[in-house]
Nanobody, 128 residues
Framework: QLQLVESGGGLVQPGGSLRLSCAAS????????IGWFRQAPGKEREGIAC????????????TYDDSVKGRFTISRDNVKNTMYLQMDNLKPEDTAVYYC?????????????????WGQGTQVTVSS
């Protein structure tokens, strides 16, 4: 069974950093596209970053939403079978519940309905 367990959320001041982790089990995440999504109160879930399956390099190719481009970095560690979202220069508008998800395809997507396997979500709050 495919499972994703998230960690790393918390409270941070504007301009601070957090790293979210998404540990996969029951499958080899290297061969799946991965995505990070967030949902703020009263808003729909939005895709913010995704990464193609690792291919021969094991790294994949990332895509970012404009709202996080230059501030967030998506990556994977194939030895640990874990995916990450490094978040730098956080802003109050980044406050949301963050979710990781995987898709058994090469190409990644920022559309939530492409994904069937999701993490449980982790709260990120950016406030002074």
């Amino acid at each position: 069974q495919l499972q994703l367990v998230e960690s790393g959320g918390g409270l941070v001041q504007p301009g601070g950093s957090l790293r979210l982790s998404c540990a996969a089990s029951g499958f080899t995440a290297r061969y799946y596209a991965i995505g990070w999504f967030r949902q703020a109160p009263g808003k729909e879930r939005e895709g913010i970053a995704c990464l193609t399956s690792g291919g021969t390099s094991g790294l994949g190719t990332p895509t970012y939403d404009d709202s996080v481009k230059g501030r967030f970095t998506i990556s994977r560690d194939n030895v640990k079978n874990t995916m990450y979202l490094q978040m730098d220069n956080l802003k109050p508008e980044d406050t949301a519940v963050y979710y990781c998800a995987v898709d058994p395809k090469y190409y990644c997507s920022l559309a939530p309905d492409r994904y069937k396997t999701w993490g449980q979500g982790t709260q990120v709050t950016v406030s002074s």
